[in-house]
């Protein structure tokens, strides 16, 4: 694979990463272990560099998984990781008091088997913590080796140029798709203004641009869309229209909806790169290929005219996610 790096921090990695998330936590049961750490290598021997997780996955399961499945060739990729949350229970809240910062990243290392963590990323702002408290620490962690780059996830500008004024940001990881483009309002040219680059989880809209998902599809108590109002019945039905014109400019291109959306993503600027998940190999061969789809400036106008004419409807989050959004 190609790689790309993030912003200017000089962290190189593939041009797509996987997420690890979904092999064991928030779409249903977990996969069988010798199966995620065989999707794992898998994507490792397709060229993927870039692997992330986070302590709040299945209470730090999914760090376990990773680390044992990257054992072999540790030095070879990129880990990044999360911290931010109480006890690594996003329902109890934020915490990134600065000893609870040092505690997970201590039993991170442990988790993923390793002396360092590459980029370890502030899962969630804490309005409770000054974030130059939080970004003091890493700094601290960061000159004692155990961490390497510092990140954010889903951060606002304010909250991201305070942190970036104690110790540069690598990367920022919020959600970007083409049914999620709030980022590009002031986010992304505030990224390319500070030289810090970005990673846009749930890239396939946790599945719904992918197309496998319709009105009628049923989530499980145990999968996290099933309370998400972006995927309700209602929303699925009026969103649809955006899939099947996705669909359709896919079929003219000879790739897949889901090849279109991450092709999308990475035209958008040269230091993004998306992290779609997959517990299917297939899965993982397709979302890899869009490497190879070449969007022309036909064909991203295309696209934008598409995008002007269809609304999307749900919000992305329930009430409750939603109040850990830094704004």
Known sequence: M???????????VSSLGLGCMGLNHGYGPAVDKAHGIALIRGAFERGVTFFDTAEAYAQGANEELLGEAVAPFRDQVVIATKFGFKNGDPAQGADSR?????EVADAALKRLRTDHIDLFYQHRVDPEVPMEDVAGTVKTLIAEGKVRHFGLSEA???SIRRAHAVQPVAALQSEYSLWWREPEQVILPLLEELGIGFVPFSPLGKGFLTGAI???????????RSSVPRFSQAALSANQALVDVLGQIAR?????????ALAWLLAQRPWIVPIPGTTKVHRLEENLAAEQVALTAADLERIAQVLQQIEISGERYTA???RLIDR
Not at 98 to 102: E, F, V
């Open 320 to 322: 409750a996610s939603q």
């Open 98 to 102: 600065p000893a609870r910062i040092r």
């Open 252 to 260: 003219d291109k000879g790739a897949t909806p889901a090849q279109m």
């Open 2 to 12: 190609k790689t790309r790096v993030l912003g200017r921090s000089g962290l190189e």
């Open 156 to 158: 606002g500008e304010r």
């Open 214 to 224: 319709g009105a009628d599809t049923k989530f499980g108590s145990d999968d996290f």
